[in-house]
């Protein structure tokens, strides 16, 4: 027999209130051992990354490391692929984080503009000491095999500087015709793709590229000045 539902919005007629609260406690309770169970298998792909300087591993390894079982590992994710997007999601989401950190420490539309610009080349440069394999080994392959998924993974990025650039607009100091949005997709590639192909390098002839002229180039765009 259908319960009925109560009509000032309540839990449905004749079911017990503390029933509700224990399946609620229950489901939060299940929710969380998942995100920790997740948790684990991509510290632990995180740290094989970091010990092999490659994303080449298996997901054995991963669960071995993880001192979880296959099965629960095949319970959250389809497979490596799907493992490496999660880090590579993540990886981009923080950085997110930190470029509108940075961003608001600027007091005009167009300085947080510009420390966003920045930090997004200096962020996107590959830097010898450190090993990056997400962006170096699987991020490449996955723009020609899944382009669709970079875009998905690149949009927290994207939002921090749309809102910074439709900022820029709303102070006046966007070229006419320009769309946020889309100068602020076309300001992100071009960052990060001169920030992946103007790397260090030793020798003492190159001059590589600077965050001033990136921002120089990128402002000289998007600027009504």
Same mark, same amino acid.
């Given at each position: 027999m259908t319960q009925k539902a109560d009509l000032n919005g309540g839990p449905p007629l004749g079911e017990p209130t503390w029933k509700q609260r224990a399946v609620e406690r229950s489901t939060r309770t299940m929710q969380l051992r998942a995100e920790q169970r997740v948790q684990r298998f991509l510290d632990s792909a995180q740290a094989i990354m970091v010990d092999k300087g490659t994303t080449d591993f298996t997901v054995q390894e991963v669960v071995d490391r993880s001192r979880q079982s296959l099965r629960s590992f095949y319970q959250h994710f389809d497979g490596k692929h799907e493992l490496l997007l999660a880090l590579f999601e993540d990886a981009l989401s923080r950085s997110a984080v930190q470029i509108r950190a940075a961003a608001d420490e600027a007091d005009t539309p167009l300085a947080r503009l510009e420390?966003?610009?920045?930090?997004?080349?200096?962020? *996107?440069? !590959?830097? !010898? $000491?450190?090993?990056?394999p997400l962006f170096t080994d699987f991020a490449p392959r996955l723009l020609l095999t899944h382009p669709?998924?970079?875009?998905? $993974?690149?949009? !927290?990025?994207?939002?921090?500087? *749309?809102?910074l650039m439709t900022d820029v607009e709303a102070d006046g100091g966007l070229r006419p015709g320009l769309k946020p949005r889309r100068a602020a997709a076309m300001v992100m590639q071009t960052a990060m793709f001169l920030a992946q192909s103007s790397g260090p390098t030793e020798s003492p002839t190159a001059h590589p590229l600077t965050s001033d002229e990136v921002w120089e180039f990128c402002s000289g765009g998007i600027s009504r000045d």
């Open positions: 420390a966003a610009v920045r930090l997004l080349f200096d962020g *996107s440069r !590959p830097n !010898p $000491a450190m090993t990056h669709e998924e970079v875009k998905v $993974a690149h949009a !927290p990025v994207l939002t921090v500087l *749309s809102e």
